[in-house]
């Protein structure tokens, strides 16, 4: 590519469903769900690898990497139980639901009371001041607009959904709550995962997660005592995003993080010049400066990075010494969620990246970090893996263009 001699990967990890190469070490404790090529929600036990797909079009999206979380609700499925309080409606009849069990999604129905609410809801507890965000699966039934909301006393956050056109209103809130986002991702078969995303007040630890019918107008209104729609996999976390659906039973579950790195020392590594790749799928929403890609000595001071800031919308690429920043390249603003493809060169003062096909960003001076060991993605956010590559030399900056086009 413009005259360059296009070396060779040294470590070249392209993702197939399936596979695991034996020198990645993939670490979680614990079992995980994902989507299936058929649409479904299935379970990887621990230690597996999670192959990703698009719920719709069975698109193979990746190798997903989590960070570890907790579902807070209990009998996350099972709306019959008593965990669920029902006010004014019942639990009755089934169908198949998202994870393609039948029976498994479960009715919502309302009772004959006018002029009133009709809903099931579950009190959790919760950390004080803490941004949460809850999800769930619903499905129309005779009613095709549901409203979920959050609630402590008189501070509410709440969103409206039409699950016959698969929209949602702006959510809104009351009191001291505040809200992040709501959306509604279509899972086919006619079902969608609602999540809506806020803070209930800076003070309460615990509240109450409603699922309530509604007319498409108002939530409060004369139920027909036979009309309703159909809910699944109920999920509130700790976050600013909804991660994967953790089916919990009599007590809440944690899900562990995903933890993948690759030893230096079973590739040709080269501590004077190289060239990191990563192709991932990143969702919107994520917080913090998490990492998606680096190399380091197990610690943070010496490394070369590839991460997000969130709040900017942008990759950056970075290399430390001594915990002393010797560059910081950074791509243009991104929209989220996004396919990204992010290509770091680096040698002694001699630095370029390239994001998503644009033109390299360049750093003439810096210094190169000392006593690395291993190659990680980073496990503090959501990322879908395509690919991760290690070049045994600095690129050229026409090649890590082309790489990331």
């Known amino acids: 590519m ?124 919760i950390t004080a001041d803490t941004e949460h965000v809850f999800s769930v699966f619903l499905k129309k039934g005779e009613r095709d607009s549901a409203y979920v909301q959050m609630s402590r006393d008189a501070d509410k956050f709440h969103v409206r959904a039409d699950l016959d056109a698969g929209t949602v209103e702006e959510p809104g809130t009351s009191g001291a709550a505040t809200v992040g986002s709501a959306s509604l991702e279509d899972f086919g078969r006619g079902w969608y995962r609602l999540v809506l995303t806020g803070k209930i007040n800076s003070s309460s630890t615990n509240m109450d997660c409603r699922v309530m019918l509604d007319n498409g107008t108002t939530s409060a209104y004369d139920g027909d005592g036979s009309s309703g729609f159909y809910v699944w996999g109920a999920q509130l976390e700790a976050g600013a995003y909804a991660t994967s659906h953790i089916p919990t039973a009599d007590s809440s579950v944690s899900r562990p993080d995903d933890e993948v790195s690759i030893d230096l020392g079973h590739f040709r590594f080269n501590p004077e010049q190289g060239t990191m790749y990563l192709h991932s799928h990143l969702p919107a929403g994520l917080a913090g400066y998490p990492n998606l890609l680096y190399v380091n000595d197990g610690g943070s001071a010496e490394q070369h990075k590839i991460f997000l800031n969130p709040e900017a919308s942008k990759l950056y690429a970075q290399t430390k010494t001594g915990g ?39 750093d003439s001076s810096g210094g190169l970090p000392s006593g690395l060991t291993f190659m990680a993605l980073g496990y503090n956010l959501v990322q879908r893996v395509r690919q991760v590559a290690f070049f045994p030399r600095r690129l050229g900056n026409g090649t890590i263009k082309s790489l990331t086009a």
């Open 324 to 362: 002393i920043s010797q560059n910081t390249l950074g791509s243009a603003e991104l929209a989220f969620p996004a396919e990204v493809k992010a290509c770091y060169a680096y040698a002694q003062d001699d630095f370029a990246a390239s994001f998503c096909g644009a033109d390299p960003v360049l």
């Open 2 to 125: 413009g005259g360059e001699v296009m070396i060779r990967p040294a470590f070249n990890w392209l993702a197939v469903p399936g596979v695991t190469p034996p020198l990645v070490d993939f670490q979680r404790n614990g079992a995980a769900t994902f989507v299936s090529e058929l649409g479904y929600v299935r379970e990887a036990p621990a230690g597996a690898l999670r192959d990703d797909h698009h719920p719709l079009s069975g698109r193979y999206l990746g190798k997903l990497i989590e960070e570890g979380r907790e579902n807070l609700c209990r009998r996350s499925s099972e709306f019959n139980d008593s965990a669920w309080v029902k006010s004014r409606s019942s639990v009755i009849g089934s169908t198949i639901g998202p994870d393609g069990v039948a029976g498994s999604g479960l009715k919502l129905v309302e009772d004959s009371t006018a002029g009133n609410t009709h809903y099931i809801y579950q009190n959790v507890t």
